[in-house]
């Protein structure tokens, strides 16, 4: 079974950074292209980001480029999301998923709130 | 980037009833488009992928047409366990892009 478990969400000043982690398990990992998709409260789904199977392609919306960077440990099972310089808009729920050869975001963990205020 | 227009923006219907969703794209997109079901406080579902094509585990009911610019997902019969919001998805070019969603409530 396909399982994907976030972590390191919480509450930042804006300015401040976070690192998100997903660990994954259930498939082989290092097969697979890996996303982050958000959703701030009450709105709808944005797509952030994704990454390919080795690390060597990695794609962005135009409003994270150069904040936010995404990255993978294929040795650990792991996916993550560097969130610098951080605003009041990327307060939402950021969910990490895992792509499939006919689509992206085919499954996805449960999220992990991530709340930018002072 | 490209944009994707759901509408409506939200709808209301009755069990029974037979539902049409449709999403816009501002450019043409092949079949690269995926649809979801949201329910509230719950993790968005995969229903259908390549415009068309049925998720396993997904219901016969729910269907996708469409190509290029214009696509539709459609509920034959409306179920109570269908009330939810509904995206477009579409993965032709990056950043890839949802639409703005429709809200389906019961009437």
């Known amino acids: 079974e396909v399982q994907l478990v976030e972590s390191g969400g919480g509450l930042v000043q804006p300015g401040g950074s976070l690192r998100l982690s997903c660990a994954a398990s259930?498939?082989?990992?290092?097969?697979?292209?890996m996303s982050w998709v958000r959703q701030a409260p009450g709105k709808g789904l944005e797509w952030v980001a994704n990454?390919?199977?080795?690390?060597?392609?990695?794609y962005y919306v135009d409003s994270v480029k150069g904040r936010f960077t995404i990255s993978r440990d294929n040795a650990k099972n792991s996916l993550y999301l560097q969130m610098n310089s951080l605003r009041a808009e990327d307060t939402a729920v950021y969910y990490c998923?895992?792509?499939?050869?006919?689509?992206?975001?085919?499954?996805w963990g449960q999220g992990t709130l991530v709340t930018v205020s002072s | 980037d490209i944009q994707m227009t759901q509408s409506p923006s939200a709808m209301s219907a009755s069990v029974g009833d037979r539902v049409t969703i449709t999403c816009r794209a501002s450019?043409?997109?092949?079949?690269?488009l995926a649809w979801f079901q949201q329910k509230p406080g719950k993790v968005p579902k995969r229903l259908i992928y390549a415009a068309s094509s049925l998720q396993s585990g997904v219901p016969s009911r729910f269907s996708g047409s469409g190509s290029g610019t214009e696509f539709t997902l459609t509920i034959s019969s409306l179920q109570p366990e269908d009330f939810a919001t509904y995206y477009c998805l579409q993965h032709n070019s990056y950043p890839h892009t949802f639409g703005q969603g429709t809200k389906l409530e019961i009437k």
């Open positions: 450019q043409g997109i092949s079949n690269y």
């Open positions: 990454i390919k199977q080795d690390g060597s392609e990695k």
């Open positions: 998923a895992r792509d499939h050869s006919n689509g992206p975001v085919r499954y």
């Open positions: 259930g498939f082989t990992f290092s097969s697979y292209w």
